[in-house]
């Protein structure tokens, strides 16, 4: 898997860059591993689908290039209830390498075409910074842990190689083009 070089000027900007970059990859792996029959087995009461949970995250990170960077070609939505494995992993590239430009532009110590960090239209705008990268990275990581239980409470849970290598961030890292690892890239 190649990335795309953003031009980044600030040490944190470059980091946040690759850190979304694995936050991506580790979405990449668990579709790669999930087992077919489970993305769209129906769960108990009114949960949503692996495939609704995968499309969700495609379209909210489409809603934050949206609203926080509307020069950026903004990724098209993902449909639950048809989208396959396979498209939401083209989807989830395309929209984190958009998060990554955004990201990129936000944080390069110039402040010029994105100043706020818009995640929704109904909730005040933040400046951009750490709290942006969390935000993202955060609602990520919770969608991740709900796919995990749910495979598992399906009857599909994933190899352990694959829930354990998902905190393997130096080899994530290097999948992701840094032959450094965390820390020594940025």
């Known amino acids: 898997m190649t990335t795309r070089q953003h031009k980044v000027h600030t040490q944190f900007g470059r980091a946040a860059v690759q850190i979304f970059a694995a936050n991506d ?41 949206r609203l926080t960077a509307p020069h950026l ?25 958009r998060c990554a430009e955004m990201l990129a532009e936000a944080l390069d110590g110039c402040g010029d075409r994105v100043e706020k960090f818009r995640r929704d239209g109904w909730a005040p705008p933040w400046p951009v910074g750490l709290e942006m990268l969390c935000y993202m990275l955060s609602h990520e990581a919770h969608h991740r842990g709900q796919v995990c239980m749910l495979a598992h409470q399906l009857g599909f849970p994933l190899p352990n190689k694959v829930a354990y290598g998902i905190w393997n961030w130096e080899k994530l890292w290097k999948e992701c083009g840094s032959s450094g690892g965390p820390g020594y890239d940025s």
């Open 25 to 65: 990859r580790m979405n990449q792996v668990l579709i790669e591993h999930l087992d077919p029959t489970a993305w769209r087995a129906k769960p108990p009461g009114k949960a949503r689908t692996i495939a609704a949970i995968f499309t969700h995250m495609h379209n909210v990170r489409s809603k934050w290039v």
């Open 73 to 97: 070609k903004v990724p098209p939505q993902l449909n639950r209830a048809h989208c396959t494995p396979q498209q939401a992993r083209a989807g989830l590239a395309e929209s984190a390498a």
